[in-house]
């Protein structure tokens, strides 16, 4: 028993194992490699708009310090526990390592649900949450993004309680910000974008016509819908299903991204979006289609579903979409499932925001064509590793995807030594 008992926390432990036996690493160096470097809980009073004080639990949790300070995401989530967080820091770290970004992992959040609080609820928050963290990050010790229930405003309101105590505006603790206080152009799109990148360079490999392929994209949020816009309007792709957790719907004629963005600005979900059918959120995932991309959360692939998904293309924009045991699925099919490892898909948020740290450490500004280059160049660096080494050792691509973190990081690691 941890601090980290979780099933999340097992999913990250089993998908290290499957690698640290692939790379024979040794025993006394996995735990190590395994377990986080630090990780803190707090609770959060706060006064509530009918009078009342309600406390909830904050988290944050940094995987390695090795090869630079920690990066990682800050989510508001009303089932969040530090299993969960611990797991999240973990991928982190294989996620930027892979992108060879100078970087360990890092997760943190609060446990609440941002949906059901006011606008002063939610800065109260976010202002004590990060007030509680001060002494535990920093721009050279752990760097905080947005993730799943926060947003630029939030990063602002980080931003604004760091600096307040510093007595000086400190814009490169976190990233994700707004651009009008030192964010970069094209940090929002960022994921999204990446993963239409990586979507886009698979069909290459497969020479699938863009125009004649479908996609059904799970998840609405920020990544979901970037890259079903992308996936739409850039590369010419039908998208034929979207979803979030209150719809999932589906037309094989196609379905209009755009309205469904307006509508989802205006009605804040896509209950009532009536451009298709409403199916079955547990069937949507099998329904045929060429690329699909799971963007909302984890474990959503597993052993039931995984020989019923009928795509060619998986991207997963979600962390840790697919179980271990869904994986061993997957693989019997390599041959006509091409998988994009989430360590990999997704990884255009944090190259983005490794950005945005540097030209706020340096004060200095990229323009948003600049921004979508370089992020285009690290993320054709890493899927030509990934490929040519999945290719060459004759293994997943999730496997090989890992493989190359994991082997960053201890040798990192081995690098430095282990103090006596």
């Known amino acids: 028993m941890t601090i980290y008992d979780d099933e999340i926390f097992k999913m990250a432990c089993d998908q290290f194992l499957v690698i640290a036996d692939y790379l024979s690493i040794d025993k006394n160096d996995r735990e190590r490699l395994i377990y986080p470097k630090r990780a803190i809980a707090v609770t959060l009073p ?96 752990d760097v905080m993004g947005p993730d799943m229930g926060t947003n630029e405003q939030v990063m602002a309101w980080f931003m604004d309680t760091y600096s307040v105590y510093h007595g000086y505006a400190v814009n490169e603790i976190v990233t994700g910000k707004p651009v009008a206080i030192g964010g970069t152009e094209g940090r929002r799109e960022s994921t999204g974008r990446g993963v239409v990148y990586l979507v886009e360079r698979a069909m290459d490999i497969l020479k699938m016509d863009p125009e004649k392929c479908t996609a059904i994209v799970q998840g609405f949020g920020n990544v979901g819908s970037v890259a079903a816009l992308s996936l739409a309007y850039k590369s010419g792709v039908k998208v034929i299903g979207i979803s979030d957790a209150y719809a ?36 949507f995932l099998t329904l045929p289609c060429d690329i699909l991309v799971p963007a909302a959360v984890d474990r959503v692939i597993t052993s039931k579903n995984a020989g019923q998904l009928k795509c060619r293309i998986l991207a997963e924009a979600a962390n840790g979409p697919t179980t271990p045991e869904a994986d061993l699925l997957l693989e019997k099919r390599w041959d006509e499932l091409f998988v994009i490892p989430d360590i990999l898909c997704n990884a255009g948020g944090v190259i983005v925001s490794y950005f945005e740290w540097v030209q ?29 080494r999945a290719k060459s050792h004759k293994i997943a691509h999730r496997t090989a995807a890992m493989a190359i973190g994991v082997e960053r990081v201890l040798r990192a690691k081995k690098m430095r030594g282990l103090f006596p």
């Not at 309205?259 to 547990?282: C, I, M, T, W, Y």
């Not at 450490?361 to 600049?370: D, G, K, V």
């Open 46 to 141: 706060v006064h509530m708009d009918d009078g009342s004080t309600k406390t909830f639990q904050g988290y944050r949790v940094q995987h390695h310090l090795t090869l630079g300070p920690t990066k990682g995401g800050t989510r508001f989530a009303p089932n969040l526990s530090m299993g969960e967080t611990a797991a999240l820091a973990m991928w982190m770290s294989w996620k930027c390592a892979l992108a060879n970004l100078p970087y360990g992992g890092a997760k943190g959040g609060v446990a609440c649900d941002p949906s059901k609080l006011s606008r002063n609820e939610l800065e109260a928050v976010s202002h004590r949450y990060m007030q509680e963290m001060i002494s535990f990050v920093g721009p050279h010790t």
């Open 248 to 283: 999932a719907i589906y037309n094989p004629k196609g379905i209009d991204v755009q309205a469904a963005e307006q509508h989802v600005l205006k009605k804040g979900n896509l209950r009532a979006f009536s451009q298709g059918e409403h199916v079955d959120p547990n069937e």
């Open 360 to 388: 706020g450490l340096q004060a200095f500004l990229w323009s948003e064509t600049e921004v979508t280059d370089k992020l285009f160049r690290i993320l054709e660096h890493s899927f030509a590793q990934v490929i040519r």
